[in-house]
């Protein structure tokens, strides 16, 4: 079992930043692939990004290609989402999640946090 806990959300305006958090116990941080997803109101829950279980190999959705970045410490037990130039189509739901497979491209969820609001104004 994974426990995943989501912190850093907020309200920002557009073209400014947010760091999202998840910590994760319950397993050997670094056996599992890490992810984040988010869901807008009225929308389907959709993959963002996604990191391998070393931090050597990452993936992204076009949409936030070049204002996001996902990393991790894996002696912090951590994984980050650092989100630039937001705009309001960003604004979700964005829920941390594990897999315990390392493709990354294809993100299996195993195990999901509770998720964290992130509201960007215009």
């Known amino acids: 079992q994974v426990q995943l806990a989501e912190s850093g959300g907020g309200l920002v305006q557009a073209g400014g930043s947010l760091r999202l958090s998840c910590e994760a116990s319950?397993?050997?941080?670094?056996?599992?692939?890490m992810g984040w997803f988010r869901q807008a109101p009225g929308k389907e829950r959709e993959f963002v990004t996604a990191i391998s279980r070393s931090g050597g190999s990452t993936y992204y959705v076009d949409s936030v290609k070049g204002r996001f970045t996902i990393s991790r410490d894996n002696a912090k037990n951590t994984v980050y989402l650092q989100m630039n130039s937001l705009l309001p189509e960003d604004t979700a739901v964005y829920y941390c999640a594990a897999s315990t497979r390392n493709t990354i491209s294809i993100f299996r969820v195993d195990y999901w946090g509770q998720g964290t609001q992130v509201t960007v104004s215009s």
């Open positions: 319950g397993r050997t941080f670094s056996s599992v692939a």
